[in-house]
């Protein structure tokens, strides 16, 4: 898959963010006139990278977990180095 690798993930994370970046600067050149601030799009800006990550990790970091967890459905890890009696 595309997205595997982490160095790949962050040039287009960090590329992204430059680019809005940039975005919003020319933007702010082209409308020099002062920002109307929203209590909603700054409660948006502010709650929703926060939310959907935490939605992420609920639904692929715990499935992942379970899933893989078990040996055979018997409790067992399958990291563990010694064995149990």
Do not use: Q, Y
């Not at 809005?20 to 502010?46: C, D, K, M, Q």
């Not at 990790?57 to 180095?81: I, Y």
């Amino acid at each position: 898959m595309f997205f595997s690798s982490k160095l790949i993930l962050m040039v287009l994370a960090w590329g992204l963010a430059l680019l809005l970046s940039l975005g919003l600067r020319f933007w702010g050149l082209l409308h020099p006139e002062p920002f109307v601030i929203r209590p909603l799009l700054v409660a948006l800006l502010l709650f929703a990278p926060a939310v959907g990550l935490g939605i992420w990790v609920m639904r692929v970091g715990f499935s992942s977990a379970d899933s893989g967890s078990l040996v055979n459905g018997k409790g067992e890890s399958l990291n563990c180095d010694s064995e149990s009696s």
